[in-house]
């Protein structure tokens, strides 16, 4: 069974360029989560998509960026225009279950560079 | 808002040492509490967590973990470090209501032959 892919492994942008990164999730997860490090700190929650549903947006940073998941299956997020600070790994994961006994799957991440 | 408190960015033992990665959270109700380690140009990879029942719960590869109330601590450890676990280590808590992890800033374990 193929695990969380994300796409690209490495991104190089000049500041003020537009960056998509792409999630696919484990075929059958309807919970689908963005999470971002920042070089030395904690990973943070951006935000849960339940199948093609936004169920909690609180961490994205800003309006520059823009998450969607169109048919519920894979999920893409944009940062348009991409300032320095948002430099960092983009991690993607998802799960079967909510509750307790939630298993996350993680990608192994993007990491974004903004120059 | 939750907060989680991982001691120590770097932490380097030799091969056959005890592992101890400390983690501290901040809340006045007991969380979920998780322990992942994420490998070189890998993403992370649940190796244990606490949700009821027994403080003490045993991971993958040897590594188990204390859930200790009075002390807000869930620190990691294992009896005998082998060169296959250096690896970045993170602490992460989820409240019992809502969906979203608070991570720590992670340990990265270095293994000395």
């Known amino acids: 069974e193929a695990g969380v892919t994300q796409f690209p492994s490495h991104s190089v942008i000049e500041k003020g360029q537009t960056v998509t990164l792409r999630c696919d999730p484990i075929?059958?997860?309807?919970?689908l989560y963005w999470y971002r490090r920042v070089m030395g700190k904690e990973i943070k929650f951006l935000l849960h998509?339940?199948?093609?549903?936004?169920?909690?947006e609180s961490g994205m940073p800003n309006n520059r960026f823009l998450a969607e998941r169109t048919g519920g299956t894979y999920s893409t997020l944009k940062v348009q225009p991409a300032e320095l600070e948002d430099s960092g790994v983009y991690f993607c994961?998802?799960?079967?279950?909510?509750?307790?006994?939630?298993?996350?799957?993680f990608g192994s991440g993007t990491q974004l560079s903004v120059l | 808002a939750q907060s989680v408190t991982q001691l120590g960015s770097h932490v380097s033992v030799s091969e056959g040492a005890l592992v101890l990665l400390r983690c501290n959270y901040s809340?006045?109700?007991?969380?979920?509490l998780f322990w992942y380690v994420q490998y070189p140009n890998q993403g992370l990879q649940l190796l244990l967590k606490?949700?009821?029942?027994?403080?003490l719960v045993k991971g993958i590869n040897g590594f188990e973990a204390e859930f200790k109330k009075s002390e807000t601590s869930f620190h990691l450890t294992k009896p005998s470090a082998h060169m296959s676990d250096a690896a970045e280590y993170f602490c992460?808590?989820?409240?019992?209501?809502?969906?979203?992890?608070?991570f720590g800033t992670g340990t990265s374990l270095t293994v000395i032959p």
């Open positions: 809340s006045s109700v007991p969380p979920y």
């Open positions: 998509f339940v199948k093609e549903s936004k169920q909690d």
């Open positions: 994961a998802s799960s079967q279950d909510l509750g307790y006994n939630e298993k996350l799957f």
């Open positions: 992460a808590v989820r409240p019992n209501t809502g969906n979203q992890f608070y």
């Open positions: 606490y949700t009821t029942g027994a403080t």
């Open positions: 075929s059958g997860h309807d919970n």
